[in-house]
């Protein structure tokens, strides 16, 4: 039986250019006042004025959710987080409050190698509880996508564990889960003194195991001067490239390396973080068909004020992706909407860019865009249901969880209350 959802105050479509959005195309929204979806199992089957679609189904009994007074969207893509590991670092969080610098926490073995170490003394069922109750509050939000990354392993055996804990959520979530490996993320304790013997592990047998075992689709890296160069990371993405997995990079955070630029001569889907880059690295950019994915909500935690240049990414024409980066460390928060008001308040993107740029763009970054990201018929049925009645008004009111329902290959799989 078909579903209808119907009347709601404006249905944000995003239907437009089937590229990533650049530009002016960063901001079309392409709303329906008013506005209706039909559903046939997993699929949108119209999308229109509600009278339009009411007409339509006239005579027939479908199954029906009121939005009246609510926006309908898109569910959000979040094409960059870190959510399986074991425990928080809150004590950490209070060292920056302190001012400790973050590379100072990581200098004296905490930051990433902290998540490390807690991974490696949990088990794959422990992860997988944890993370089953993450995954669920995404869901809750309005996510219906997520990029999943392993990086808290650092070594084979650690590595598969938690690329198998993904796999198996998989069959435990509705969310959309897609995996990348991310060993090198930073150089374990037992190789702080042997970098090159830590790349050949990865590159000679992370890889080619990970590759095979169609455990990941994408393969990330860390590029930071201190943790992998220029060249290093080179070396990492041809042997993944070789086995057939995507590229994407951990880009100009800390420093700027260059990283943006390599992205691009690799051909990366996407070149993520980006707060240190310079305007002829944003030229070479545009110039390209790597997305910009930026992370607004770690600069945000780490009390930081140098966010990515959204504006002049926008205005020069690159494709802007926004994500949570959720992670114990630097940025827990699982809450797209609030990477919306970040994104607004502090990098200028207007509210309809921030929404560009956390759904059809996303998917964009996750090669996903053809079947997720809009709401256009024959894509899958992956919507939420805002509780506001202009889509202004979810990064307006920042802090705050507008999400009603959401909705997966055209099932319930969230409802508020």
């Keep these: 039986m078909d579903l209808l959802v119907s009347p709601c105050s404006q249905l944000l479509t995003l239907l437009g250019n089937p ?15 008013d506005g209706a979806v039909l559903i046939e199992d997993e699929t949108i089957k119209a999308i229109g004025p509600a009278k339009e679609l009411e007409g339509r189904v006239a005579g027939t009994r479908p199954n029906r959710i009121s939005a009246e007074g609510c926006v309908v969207m898109p569910g959000f893509v979040d094409s960059h987080s870190h959510p399986i590991f074991a425990r928080s670092r809150h004590d950490e969080y209070e060292l920056i409050i302190r001012g400790t610098r973050y590379q100072e926490i990581a200098e004296s073995g905490g930051g990433i190698l902290s998540s490390v170490r807690a991974v490696r003394e949990t088990s794959k069922s422990r992860l997988l509880e944890l ?24 070594d084979l055996e650690n590595e598969i564990k938690l690329l198998e804990v993904v796999q198996d959520l998989q069959k435990a979530t509705p969310l959309e889960l897609i995996p990348t490996f991310l060993g090198a993320h930073e150089i374990p304790e037992e190789y702080r003194s042997r970098k090159r013997q830590y790349i050949e592990l990865v590159t000679e047998q992370m890889i080619p195991v990970i590759a095979g075992r169609h455990l990941a689709e994408f393969c990330d890296c860390f590029v930071e001067p201190s943790i992998f160069s220029l060249e290093e990371t080179e070396q990492v993405c041809i042997s993944a490239r070789s086995q057939g997995l995507k590229i ?3 880009a100009d955070q800390l420093s700027r390396s260059g990283a943006a630029r390599l992205g691009v001569r690799l051909k990366a889907v996407s070149v993520d973080h980006l707060e240190q880059i310079l305007p002829e690295d944003i030229q070479v950019l545009s110039k390209s068909a790597t997305i910009a994915t930026l992370l607004p909500g770690s600069v945000f935690h780490l009390g930081l004020n140098h966010y990515a240049p959204a504006r002049a990414l926008i205005d ?3 494709p802007v992706a926004l994500a949570t980066d959720f992670n114990p460390g630097s940025s827990p928060t699982l809450n797209m909407q609030m990477i919306l008001s970040i994104a607004c308040a502090q990098m200028r993107m207007t509210p309809a860019e921030a929404i560009v740029a956390t759904t059809i763009n996303g998917a964009h970054a996750l090669c996903r865009a053809n079947r997720i990201g809009s709401l ?9 249901i805002m509780d506001v009645e202009d889509y202004r008004q979810i990064p307006y009111f920042f802090g705050m969880n507008h999400c009603k329902m959401t909705l997966k290959k055209g099932r319930i799989v969230y409802q508020r209350g």
């Design 19 to 33: 590229s990533p959005r650049r530009g002016s195309c960063q901001g079309e929204l392409s709303i329906i006042p």
């Design 131 to 154: 993370s089953r109750t993450r995954l669920a509050r995404f869901l809750e939000h309005g996510t219906t996508a997520l990029e999943v990354k392993s990086g808290y392993g650092l």
């Design 248 to 250: 994407r990079l951990h």
């Design 316 to 318: 020069a024409g690159v």
């Design 376 to 384: 256009e018929p024959g894509k899958q049925a992956d919507l939420c």
